[in-house]
């Protein structure tokens, strides 16, 4: 299921089935392209394979980039989940120079994501309008 990274598995060798817990943003690489990474694993262990969301630990506060399609390109933002990177926080999270490189994307429109993203996470005790420039 690699290069998705795994929360925990639940093996039940009885029934040769694995459940396998992911956080929400690893999900879509763990099962890849069409299906084809669990197929795959479920073939070469010879185990009914089941991929569940972990969600406990997601932060309310985070917002998944796909709410953002209406300001971001959404070729942009499918780049920046292909490196794993598919809510608001995990790009902040990320060094401008890694989103450049992984995400193959120019700088300038690595900073305008981060422009927007950041501004969704201003202090909320300023007001709703956009700044002024």
């Known amino acids: 299921l690699s290069p998705a ?10 029934e040769r089935r694995a459940e396998v817990f992911l956080y929400p943003d690893e999900v879509s690489l763990a099962i890849g392209k069409g299906g084809a990474n669990i197929k795959l694993a479920s073939m070469l ?5 089941e991929v569940f969301r972990e969600i ?3 932060d309310e506060e985070d917002i998944y980039l796909d ?21 608001a926080k995990n790009v902040l999270a990320m060094p401008r120079e890694r989103l ?6 120019e700088e300038n429109t690595v900073d305008e994501v981060l422009k927007i993203l950041r501004y969704e996470f201003e202090d909320e005790d300023t007001t709703d309008e956009e700044p002024e420039i």
Not at 5 to 14: A, D, G, H, P
Not at 100 to 105: F, S, Y
């Open 5 to 14: 990274k795994i929360n925990s598995i639940s093996v039940k060798e009885e």
């Open 56 to 58: 406990d630990d997601f």
């Open 45 to 49: 262990t010879g185990y009914n394979i």
């Open 67 to 87: 709410e953002f399609r209406d300001e971001i390109d959404g070729w942009v933002i499918d780049q920046l989940k292909r490196i794993g990177c598919s809510t």
């Open 100 to 105: 450049i490189k992984e995400a193959d994307l």
